[in-house]
């Protein structure tokens, strides 16, 4: 992640009116989150908000701001701010993920009946969607077969290499 915000950092100054900044200040803001650099994430993603509040981005920077939150353990504003993206941004591809992290929320709050509703609305409205997390306080409404027979779940990782041959 450091040389990725090298990277970005230098075509923000070099390029300040060009026509990728939003995208630039995204990957910044998401490259410094991962590396919990959480105040200049939240930087990075105000400034998308603020001056592009119009872009598709708009909603994903709206729900950094609220995995910022969630990163530093505060839930409470999490919830607020990813509740946010579903009063702002209603119609966006960002409002599963924010229905699932407020459901997490509210599942690390302890208050599990709002952690059920979130994630009742989830499963209610994006019945096909493959980004369901985990029903709240580990119970899944339901499994496959093979998944409860053996009782697991699957993660999938990917990796990006610098050569084919890798």
Do not use: H
């Amino acid at each position: 992640y450091v040389s990725t915000t090298e990277i970005l950092n230098r075509f923000k100054k070099e390029y300040p009116a060009g026509d990728f900044v939003p995208q630039a200040l995204y990957l910044l803001a998401t490259a410094n989150l991962a590396s919990q650099q959480i105040t200049q994430a939240r930087q990075e993603f105000s400034a998308i908000l603020s001056s592009f509040g119009n872009s598709d981005l708009a909603a994903w920077a709206q729900l950094g701001l609220g995995d910022c939150q969630f990163a530093l353990g505060n839930y409470s504003s999490a919830a607020l701010e990813y509740q946010k993206v579903l009063d702002r941004f209603s119609t966006s591809e960002a409002v599963p993920l924010a229905l699932s992290q407020i459901s997490r929320c509210y599942s690390e709050l302890k208050e599990d009946s709002k952690a059920y509703l979130y994630f009742n609305l989830l499963t209610d409205k994006y019945p096909a969607s493959a980004i369901f997390p985990e029903a709240p306080l580990q119970q899944v409404k339901s499994r496959s077969g093979a998944e409860q027979m053996v009782d697991v779940t699957y993660t999938v990782q990917l990796g990006v290499f610098g050569n084919q041959s890798s």
